[in-house]
């Protein structure tokens, strides 16, 4: 886990507004992840990026945006269509883009609230 | 898609008592399991994982055991301290669509009471 990190730790949002989630990783790994953490249940894959410049969308990409221009970082944006983006945002890495055994690292979240 | 189900959601032991929290999963094609643990409004820290070639490992109080033919496996904690007490979430993970696709479960809110 260490050597992700992510920020800002609390995020409020007034409506219509995007805001931006930053997720930094210093372990050279190839995949980055963003999950949505809701109370009472899982982790929920938002988007991920197996390499710089390429991503792809997750189960629950509606609402979200990512961008890959480094390695090391995978910012989130949470736009104004995601009608219900109160949660706690997780983001994750792991060591290769081929792998299905490789172990996913978490930043510390940050939590959004809706104003 | 995998389907990820863990039991029970909460769970109450003594302080020195075992603990076991099972999941199962749906895909077979999942071949590597890891369990995490999340303190409250901290982020989820591995703490073991199994994968799908071993039925069974062991890091001291915790142990993992898995059931290729039945699509299940468990997290087993001995002797269980007040710092275990924390939400614990199992994991399956395979390659689905080029990439490592992991699905996780419910969680399990674990109590110790001293």
């Known amino acids: 886990d260490g050597g992700i990190t992510q920020s800002p730790k609390y995020l409020f949002r007034k409506e219509g507004q995007n805001v931006t989630l930053s997720c930094e990783q210093n372990?050279?790994?190839?995949?980055m992840y963003w999950y949505r953490q809701d109370p009472g249940q899982g982790l929920r894959l938002i988007y991920y990026?197996?390499?710089?410049?390429?991503?792809q969308k997750g189960d629950i990409a509606e609402g979200y945006s990512v961008s890959r221009e480094k390695k090391e970082s995978f910012p989130l944006t949470v736009t104004s269509a995601q009608k219900n983006p109160t949660a706690f945002y997780l983001c994750?890495?792991?060591?290769?883009?081929?792998?299905?055994?490789?172990?996913?690292?978490f930043g510390p979240g940050t939590r959004l609230t809706v104003l | 898609g995998e389907n990820v189900e863990q039991h029970p959601s909460t769970l109450s032991v003594q302080e020195g008592d075992s603990a076991v929290i099972k999941c199962t999963y749906s895909?077979?094609?999942?071949?590597?399991f890891p369990w995490y643990k999340q303190e409250l409004g901290k982020r989820p820290q591995l703490i073991i994982d199994?994968?799908?070639?071993?039925g069974e490992k062991k890091d001291q109080r915790i142990a993992v055991t898995l059931n290729k033919t039945a699509k299940h496996f468990s997290l087993h904690i001995t002797e269980t301290q007040p710092e275990d007490s924390a939400v614990y979430f199992c994991?399956?993970?395979?390659?689905?669509?080029?990439?490592?696709?992991?699905?996780f479960g419910t969680g399990t809110k674990l109590q110790v009471i001293p």
């Open positions: 994750a890495s792991s060591r290769s883009r081929s792998g299905s055994t490789d172990t996913q690292y």
């Open positions: 199994i994968r799908s070639n071993v």
């Open positions: 994991a399956a993970s395979r390659r689905s669509g080029g990439y490592q696709k992991v699905t």
């Open positions: 990026s197996q390499i710089v410049n390429d991503f």
């Open positions: 372990l050279n790994h190839d995949a």
């Open positions: 895909d077979s094609a999942s071949n590597y």
